[in-house]
């Protein structure tokens, strides 16, 4: 199939693909709409050594943090970290159901570790958000080395606190909508297509001609009301029907002069006609 059939399957069937793209696009409107919003909020740590004051003692402590940074990011969604969020917000969740909405990532190239968490609660968000970022600097000053006066040789600062967001992460209605519309559109494309492909019908000349390669000479329409079996040309017909018998007429005469054993197919829509 051409783009110029494709083109012509579009007009043909536009109906049908301006229905269907309706159809998704308001579907998808309404399912995002009434769906319940969610909101993320951040908290940002910083992570430090505790070393000696030389460049080289600096230097090699920046370098051990940042490589620790990934180990900090995964303790902050283990049950080691979310246990005791969960006891002290008062969760009816478990620490793998609350790990699923919590994640941590590391600002490139620093020692700053974002916190976020989601929920369908804004104020919720915040509240998760801070409690975990708390709760990882205990875990992580508990779990480093210890220097020879026991204190920890990781320090860990919590730089931002995690504020209630105003407007939710999801749904986003323009973006869902706009996807929908463009779903609905090659939806309706498809099914024009194949209504085309599967549609083995003749309804209309052009039909004829795209099968039989041959030309149609004339189109009788249907004359209302007659039902006797007399020729339509001695009841008397409309002129619009008229016309119809005079240009099958007038191309017969042309199709007959230069044409030896020619062939002519009538046909019907139904039987009886």
Same mark, same amino acid.
């Given at each position: 199939?051409?783009?110029?059939?494709?083109?012509?399957?579009?007009?043909?069937?536009?109906?049908?693909?301006?229905?269907?793209?309706?159809?998704?696009?308001?579907?998808?409107?309404?399912?995002?709409?009434?769906?319940?919003?969610?909101?993320?909020?951040?908290?940002?740590?910083?992570?430090?050594?505790?070393?000696?004051?030389?460049?080289?003692?600096?230097?090699?402590?920046?370098?051990?943090?940042?490589?620790?940074? $990934?180990?900090?990011?995964? !303790? *902050?969604?283990?049950?080691? &970290? +979310? #246990?005791?969020?969960?006891? @002290?917000?008062?969760?009816? /969740?478990?620490?793998?159901?609350?790990?699923?909405?919590?994640?941590?990532?590391?600002?490139?190239?620093?020692?700053?570790?974002?916190?976020?968490?989601?929920?369908?609660?804004?104020?919720?968000?915040?509240?998760?958000?801070?409690?975990?970022?708390?709760?990882?600097?205990?875990?992580?000053?508990?779990?480093?080395?210890?220097?020879?006066?026991?204190?920890?040789?990781?320090?860990?600062?919590?730089?931002?606190?995690?504020?209630?967001?105003?407007?939710?992460?999801?749904?986003?209605?323009?973006?869902?909508?706009?996807?929908?519309?463009?779903?609905?559109? $090659?939806?309706?494309?498809? !099914? *024009?297509?194949?209504?085309? &492909? +599967? #549609?083995?019908?003749?309804? @209309?000349?052009?039909?004829? /001609?795209?099968?039989?390669?041959?030309?149609?000479?004339?189109?009788?329409?249907?004359?209302?009301?007659?039902?006797?079996?007399?020729?339509?040309?001695?009841?008397?017909?409309?002129?619009?029907?008229?016309?119809?018998?005079?240009?099958?007429?007038?191309?017969?005469?042309?199709?007959?002069?230069?044409?030896?054993?020619?062939?002519?197919?009538?046909?019907?829509?139904?039987?009886?006609?």
């Amino acid at each position: 199939m051409t783009l110029r059939d494709l083109l012509a399957s579009f007009r043909k069937h536009l109906m049908l693909v301006v229905a269907t793209t309706v159809l998704a696009t308001v579907l998808v409107g309404v399912v995002s709409h009434y769906s319940e919003p969610v909101y993320r909020s951040s908290a940002s740590l910083y992570f430090s050594l505790s070393v000696g004051q030389s460049a080289s003692d600096l230097n090699q402590g920046n370098t051990y943090t940042q490589s620790q940074m $990934l180990s900090f990011a995964q !303790l *902050a969604t283990m049950p080691i &970290v +979310l #246990d005791p969020v969960i006891e @002290r917000l008062g969760l009816d /969740t478990t620490s793998q159901q609350l790990a699923s909405s919590v994640s941590a990532s590391r600002a490139q190239e620093t020692s700053i570790l974002d916190i976020s968490a989601a929920s369908r609660s804004a104020a919720t968000a915040a509240d998760v958000a801070n409690a975990v970022a708390a709760q990882l600097v205990v875990v992580v000053e508990d779990l480093a080395l210890r220097d020879a006066n026991g204190d920890s040789t990781v320090n860990a600062k919590q730089v931002k606190d995690a504020q209630v967001p105003l407007y939710p992460i999801a749904p986003n209605t323009r973006r869902n909508v706009l996807a929908g519309f463009v779903v609905g559109i $090659l939806a309706g494309l498809l !099914l *024009a297509y194949l209504r085309d &492909v +599967l #549609d083995t019908r003749v309804r @209309r000349p052009d039909d004829v /001609t795209a099968v039989a390669k041959v030309p149609v000479l004339g189109q009788i329409s249907r004359i209302p009301g007659r039902s006797s079996q007399r020729p339509a040309v001695v009841l008397g017909v409309s002129e619009s029907h008229a016309e119809e018998f005079r240009r099958l007429r007038t191309n017969l005469r042309f199709l007959s002069v230069d044409t030896e054993g020619l062939c002519l197919v009538i046909s019907s829509a139904m039987p009886g006609e």
